[in-house]
């Protein structure tokens, strides 16, 4: 099974922006879709967006501009940036991969393998 | 963007009880519903896709239902490893979208 691993720093300064890479292990990066989703502390799940390996992405508007994800192949990698964080982007970031499941006729996207997250906190 | 709501946003429950959470899409979702159990620590795990379909390996005491706007995961008979938080996630349209999550607690 396809394993994921989150790396990056933990602390980021405010305006700054934060990094992090998601290494893929045990699968290659050449199919499906890479996502990542954060957790802010007492709040719920919130996609950011993902990337397929052939670079196309698709953002979660609600980040406007400040999000950018890409796709190494060739370090079966994946990346997150986001610019211009506050204290508000503290929280529990995850990768994941989204797979096409079919089931009774149709083709539905799931979040079938994930890191298991890294805390990134903003503060100066 | 479409909103997710679960309930009850946490119970209590003992081992061998019949547990039933329900989610409510904000528009019609038709099939586009997933659920996940989450332990602390431990990464999300993937239960039911499709609404209905179980994932391999995932044991037969979790079910998933419904179609359109309501959904609900059942765990037939709640076992000591069960107790997690659970969220259902919408694949219908970007965004993706979860609901705020089920918190299992042993009574």
């Known amino acids: 099974q396809v394993q994921l691993q989150e790396s990056g720093p933990g602390l980021v300064k405010p305006s700054e922006t934060l990094s992090l890479t998601c290494t893929v292990s045990?699968?290659?990066?050449?199919?499906?879709?890479w996502s990542w989703i954060r957790q802010p502390p007492g709040k719920g799940l919130d996609w950011m967006g993902h990337?397929?390996?052939?670079?196309?992405?698709i953002y979660n508007p609600s980040l406007k501009s400040r999000v950018t994800i890409s796709v190494d192949t060739s370090n079966n990698q994946f990346s997150l940036r986001l610019a211009s964080v506050t204290a508000a982007d503290t929280a529990v970031y995850y990768c994941?991969?989204?797979?096409?499941?079919?089931?009774?006729?149709?083709?539905?996207?799931?979040?079938?393998?994930w890191g298991q997250g890294t805390l990134v906190t903003v503060s100066s | 963007d479409i909103q997710m709501t679960q309930s009850p946003s946490s119970l209590s429950a003992s081992v061998r009880d019949r547990v039933t959470i329900t989610c409510r899409a904000s528009?019609?979702?038709?099939?586009?519903l997933n659920w996940y159990q989450r332990k602390p620590g431990r990464a999300p795990k993937l239960l039911i896709y499709?609404?209905?379909s179980l994932q391999s390996g995932v044991p037969s005491r979790f079910s998933g239902s419904g179609s359109g706007t309501d959904f609900t995961l059942t765990i037939s008979s709640l076992q000591p490893e069960d107790f997690a938080t659970y969220y259902c996630?919408?694949?219908?349209?970007?965004?993706?979208?979860f609901g705020q999550g089920t918190k299992v607690e042993i009574k």
């Open positions: 994941a991969r989204a797979a096409r499941y079919y089931y009774d006729s149709s083709g539905y996207y799931v979040l079938d393998s």
């Open positions: 045990d699968g290659s990066i050449s199919d499906h879709y």
């Open positions: 528009q019609s979702i038709s099939s586009y």
């Open positions: 990337v397929h390996y052939s670079g196309t992405t």
């Open positions: 499709g609404a209905s």
């Open positions: 996630q919408q694949s219908y349209s970007t965004p993706w979208t």
